[in-house]
């Protein structure tokens, strides 16, 4: 096993310990938000957009382009936890939409 592989197994572990009663958020995000953003890695949605666990569905994607598959994504969000607002997005990069 790698040192990476081995370095985020623990990380996910004390997560996990530290989850506490978060599983017990509502499914709905409790900020009825949908955040569509650039998969890059140096991104860090929850930081950038002062979100915490259960406050927002995020759909990364490359580009954070609006595409079919978002579109779709964000449909079936939108129906299965009933939000009430209608797929917002958020671009990381200027132009991305």
């Known amino acids: 096993m790698s040192k990476v592989l081995q370095e985020v197994l623990a990380a996910n572990e004390a997560y996990a310990k530290s989850f506490g009663n978060k599983g017990q958020l509502p499914m709905p995000p409790a900020r009825q938000f949908t955040i569509l953003t650039c998969m890059d890695a140096r991104l860090d949605p929850a930081k950038y957009a002062g979100l915490s666990e259960g406050d927002a569905h995020v759909i990364r994607n490359a580009g954070g382009r609006l595409s079919d598959d978002a579109t779709e994504e964000g449909t079936l969000v939108s129906k299965v ?11 990381a990069k200027a132009g991305a939409l």
């Open 81 to 91: 936890r009933a939000l009430r607002d209608e797929l917002k997005g958020l671009a």
